[in-house]
């Protein structure tokens, strides 16, 4: 109760946001009325880095209030949580209390995350379920799961070298089917199929092609610098 009231808190009432949730919810909005989502911020400046799909996913949560729109994805972040731990008792064959106390050691990055309504918690279910999925041999689903991911956060894609490694062409193939799905039928549908470019090309012009650039590149052409460009820092966004 009081993780969630802070998080309320910092997304709808505090006088500065502390809360990378309206960076979504602004992303969202450019959807919905047809503006280039890469040039989302929200009031403390914070751009808009992550896939297409994930800024149209959260346009019912822009048309909510905002506080209850942030306590939802608080409830949602808590459920994500909850369900990592019973993968981890159920997979990991641990007791209660041993999968208990692993939660409590991460406990601040943890609670961080959810008070500052990340994503990261989602994307963690997501790219745990998808372990244990594969090591149970359910390939097709397992990749799936990560697609879904990666449609959230880009940096679970790595994982896909680990299918390739061990031959596991199913996993590849949910991956790839997910990823067009999700990927391409879900921002045409909003964007169409002009906008749908026009949003790759800005993601790579502004995201991914600076990232594969040296930092002092980074530091001189582009203007996410600070907030998630510069290799220097230990955190960047929030």
């Given at each position: 109760i009081?993780?969630s009231?802070?998080?309320?808190?910092?997304?709808?009432?505090?006088?500065?946001?502390?809360?990378?949730?309206?960076?979504?919810?602004?992303?969202?909005?450019?959807?919905?009325?047809?503006?280039?989502i890469y040039?989302?911020e929200n009031?403390?400046g914070?751009?808009?880095v992550?896939?297409?799909?994930?800024?149209?996913?959260?346009?019912?949560?822009y048309?909510?209030?905002?506080w209850?729109?942030?306590?939802?994805?608080?409830?949602?972040s808590?459920?994500?949580?909850?369900?990592?731990?019973?993968n981890?008792?159920?997979?990991?064959?641990?007791?209660?209390i041993?999968?208990?106390?692993a939660?409590?050691?991460?406990?601040?990055p943890?609670?961080?995350g959810?008070?500052?309504g990340?994503?990261?918690?989602?994307?963690?279910?997501?790219?745990?379920?998808?372990?244990?999925?594969?090591s149970?041999?359910?390939?097709?689903?397992?990749?799936?799961l990560?697609?879904c991911?990666t449609?959230?956060?880009?940096?679970?894609?790595?994982?896909?070298?680990?299918?390739?490694?061990?031959?596991?062409?199913?996993?590849?193939?949910?991956f790839?089917?997910t990823?067009?799905?999700?990927?391409?039928?879900?921002?045409?549908?909003?964007?169409?199929?002009?906008g749908?470019?026009?949003?790759?090309?800005s993601?790579?012009?502004?995201?991914?092609?600076?990232?594969?650039?040296?930092?002092?590149?980074?530091?001189q052409?582009?203007?996410?610098?600070?907030?998630?460009l510069?290799?220097?820092?230990?955190r960047?966004?929030?």
């Amino acid at each position: 109760i009081i993780v969630s009231g802070f998080t309320v808190y910092r997304a709808a009432f505090n006088d500065i946001e502390r809360t990378d949730f309206t960076v979504y919810t602004e992303a969202a909005r450019h959807a919905l009325v047809g503006i280039d989502i890469y040039t989302a911020e929200n009031s403390r400046g914070w751009r808009y880095v992550y896939p297409p799909t994930f800024a149209i996913i959260m346009i019912p949560f822009y048309l909510m209030p905002l506080w209850a729109a942030s306590l939802t994805w608080c409830a949602i972040s808590f459920i994500c949580l909850w369900l990592i731990y019973k993968n981890c008792i159920s997979f990991l064959h641990v007791k209660p209390i041993q999968a208990q106390a692993a939660i409590f050691v991460f406990s601040t990055p943890i609670i961080g995350g959810i008070m500052r309504g990340q994503v990261s918690i989602l994307v963690s279910l997501l790219v745990i379920t998808s372990v244990f999925l594969f090591s149970n041999k359910k390939s097709i689903l397992s990749g799936a799961l990560l697609a879904c991911a990666t449609m959230l956060k880009v940096y679970p894609v790595a994982m896909l070298g680990y299918f390739i490694i061990y031959k596991d062409w199913k996993s590849v193939y949910g991956f790839a089917l997910t990823i067009v799905a999700l990927g391409l039928l879900i921002p045409v549908s909003a964007l169409g199929i002009q906008g749908t470019i026009d949003s790759y090309q800005s993601w790579i012009n502004i995201i991914a092609h600076p990232i594969a650039q040296s930092n002092d590149y980074r530091m001189q052409h582009s203007d996410l610098y600070s907030q998630l460009l510069d290799s220097a820092k230990p955190r960047n966004q929030s």
